[in-house]
Each structure stands twice: as C-alpha cells, then as structure tokens.
C-alpha cells in the first residue's frame, strides 16, 4: 500500500511540474491549413493583440511603417507549400519560407524569405526568395488580435489575408492545379496502363477541364475495350459531346442508360437521373431527324457484323 501511494504522489509531482512549467503566451501560437486545388498551404504564426494600441503607424505604435516586421510575434511565421505556386504574380518554389512584411499606409512589400529561422534582427534581404506589393484594405470589422488566413479559395487561387485592426492585406496565390493534376495523371497512366479505373479517372479529368479531348476518347476507348461498364461508356458519350460529335454519343449515352439499369451498380441510382438529363441535352442538340438517321445507321452496322 506505501509502494502505491508513493507511486500516486509521484505521478501528481511530475505532472504539476510539467503544468508550471508551460504558461500561456501574451501571443499564442496558431496556424492554419488551406488546400487549394491539390496544393497545400500550411502558416504557422504567433497572434499578437491589441490591447487599446495602435496597431500601425508611426514608432508609437505596435509596428511602425517602413520597418521590416516579422508578421506575428515570437518566432518567425512560416508559409509551406506543396507544390510551385505564385505569390502575388511571382512563381516561388514549393518548400517553406519565412513570412515577412514592410507595413505602410498605401501599399506593403511582403516578403518569403528562405531563412525559416529569422528575426528582425537576423533578416537578411539577400535571402528573399520574392518580394511583392500588396495594397491594404480596409478589414470588415476591427481585429482585437492579429489574424492569417485564406478566402475566395478555388481550385487554382486563392487571397492569403495578414489582417490586423483595422486593416487587412490580401495577397493573391495561385497553383497550377490543371497542369499539376494533367502530369499526375499522365504518369498514372503509364505506370498502370492497362487499368480501366485509371484510364477513365484521366480520360474524366481531362473533359472537365476540356482538354486533350482526342486523348481523352482514346483513353475512354481502351477502358471500354478492357471492361465495359455504363460508367466508361457514358464517359466516350460525353466526350464525344464536347468534341462536337453528338450524333455519335447520343447511342452511345442510351446504350450507358440500358446498361445501368441492368448493372446492379449502386452508384447508378445518382447517375443514372444525370445521364437522362445529360442524353435530353444531347438529343435537343440534333437536327430534326438525325436521331433516327443515327439509329437506322448504328442497325446497318450491327447487321453487317452478324
């Protein structure tokens, strides 16, 4: 029974120490994580607050203009990108970069500098991977502690906003999300050329982005050729669609219909409402009469091969 309570006391000694060892932070650490497209943002900063100070102005205020400030408190605040992106219209290399900015009433410099570890005192330009001017912006209501975040995020842009007060800095970030995701999946294909899955996921990509639509139908095609399903053929119908030929997906669309209704595929329940909608669509683009021309020709065709 000595031995347990020696033990209990013990485990309360260690961790009350370890509690009065960590005291909260007049700044607190914080950061945040934005994907945009298949790229991901990670910013780790410090939150200053206000306190009743003036947050921007001359030497009497919490950052003065002109000055190189770290953009938080404490440690440095760090950007970290997945992937080559474009900060303020200037390509910058994927990695992570220290944040840094030159604050003034008109326009601020923002600045990504390679030094991750640097303060004010230990900043040097030399090591600035980009340099951007951003015009500030009024915030929408004041901000008691200082803030980074993301907004009007897309799947290629997005505004990395340091707001502060009064005032809120947007700076513009775009990735390469369509040739990002285009190389991705070209090498997916040649390192799994023979799969239907893989085969349609790029074939699918590249339609809804209307690129490489010949590619696309070729790849479509093999994926037929390798299983036949309605989702793969419904994929050539709309391909074919976007290409022009809509005489040539409209059967193609039916047969992905019929098929569906047979195919015991869970997933055809939402699909199957889509490619109804999607044949109306089709169908209303043809020539009066080209519709049963098409079918008379797909029959000559099936009798042909019997």
Do not use: C
Not at 215 to 232: C, P, S, V, W
């Amino acid at each position: 029974m000595k031995k347990y309570y020696l033990s209990f006391a013990l485990i309360v000694a260690i961790v009350a120490t370890s509690l009065a060892q960590r005291t909260p932070q007049p700044s607190p650490a914080a950061s945040i994580m934005q994907t945009v497209g298949v790229t991901d943002f990670t910013v780790t900063y410090s939150r200053p607050s206000a306190k009743g100070r003036t947050v921007y102005g001359d030497s009497t205020a919490i950052v003065s203009y002109g000055r190189t400030w770290r953009t938080g408190a404490n440690a440095a605040t760090t950007l970290q990108a997945s992937t080559d992106f474009m900060f303020g219209g200037k390509k910058v290399p994927a990695g992570t970069y220290s944040l840094f900015s030159i604050p003034q009433g008109g326009q601020w410099t923002v600045i990504l500098n390679k030094d991750t570890k640097a303060s004010e005192a230990s900043y040097k330009e030399s090591g600035d991977e980009v340099r951007v001017m951003v015009m500030p912006a009024s915030a929408s209501e004041f901000m008691e502690s200082f803030t980074i975040g993301f907004s009007d995020v897309t799947d290629s842009t997005a505004h990395l906003n340091i707001g502060w007060g009064p005032v809120n800095v947007p700076v513009p970030i775009e990735v390469m999300t369509t040739d990002i995701t285009m190389a991705a999946m070209d090498k997916a294909v040649m390192e799994k050329p023979e799969d239907p899955n893989t085969l349609q996921n790029a074939a699918g990509y590249m339609l809804s982005k209307g690129k490489n639509l010949s590619q696309a139908l070729a790849m479509a095609d093999k994926a037929i050729g390798l299983k036949e399903t309605f989702r793969n053929v419904w994929l050539k119908a709309q391909i074919l669609a976007k290409m022009g030929k809509v005489a040539e997906a409209v059967p193609l669309a039916q047969k992905a219909l019929a098929m569906g209704k047979t195919s015991g595929d869970s997933a055809f329940s939402f699909m199957g409402p889509q490619i109804e909608s999607g044949l109306k669509r089709m169908q209303a683009m043809l020539p009066a009469g080209a519709e049963a021309a098409s079918g008379v020709m797909n029959k000559m065709k099936k009798g042909r091969k019997n």
